[in-house]
């Protein structure tokens, strides 16, 4: 078994996320939001596959390009 990291002890990628800007996690999250936008169908249908739950349809792309324009 994997021992786990002490109290005192953080993992090194905490150290990186501490020490950005709030301006560099706001750059992060937008990118993010963007490129999940442009993979919306892709992701959409994962999810329902992946779970066997819902059913996917092509009815929010209007609305994914209204976002992704107020995102750019």
Known sequence: MVPLPSAHRR????????????EQVDHIVKKASVAALDQHTTLARLAVGGTGRGVWRAQGQPNADKGRTALA
């Open 11 to 22: 993992p090194p990628l905490t150290d990186l996320v501490d020490a950005l800007t709030q």
